[in-house]
């Protein structure tokens, strides 16, 4: 099975832009679907979109549609969350997960995504 590292989060100022890295290794890359999720604390994780990797198809929770967009690079075998247009509301550790089924049981460690007011 795959191991996911994430990378790319920081500190920005709300209306400002990150991209996270999701690197996966292993040789069955293509069949995985990889989703970002984040929580912050005090609160529950929370699924943020989806990337099925042999479709490209992508998924988007309302929350970030039209700021956020997950792409893929299967040559490297990686994941990308694009965020723009930065909120203090998406302030958490983003985490991105993977799944051969709907039950996501590959994470990564998390990177910590910090916006400013």
């Known amino acids: 099975q795959v191991q996911l590292v994430e990378s790319g989060g920081g500190l920005v100022q709300a209306g400002g832009s990150l991209r996270l890295s999701c690197a996966a290794s292993g040789r069955t890359f293509s069949s995985y679907t990889i989703a970002w999720f984040r929580q912050a604390p005090g609160k529950e994780r929370e699924f943020v979109g989806g990337?099925?990797?042999?479709?490209?198809?992508?998924t988007y929770a309302d929350s970030v549609k039209g700021r956020f967009t997950i792409s893929g690079d299967n040559a490297k075998n990686t994941v990308y969350l694009q965020m723009n247009n930065l909120k203090p509301g998406d302030t958490a550790t983003y985490y991105c997960?993977?799944?051969?089924?709907?039950?996501?049981?590959?994470w990564g460690q998390g990177t910590q995504v910090t916006v400013s007011s």
């Open positions: 990337f099925r990797v042999n479709t490209r198809s992508t």
């Open positions: 997960a993977a799944t051969t089924s709907s039950y996501y049981n590959i």
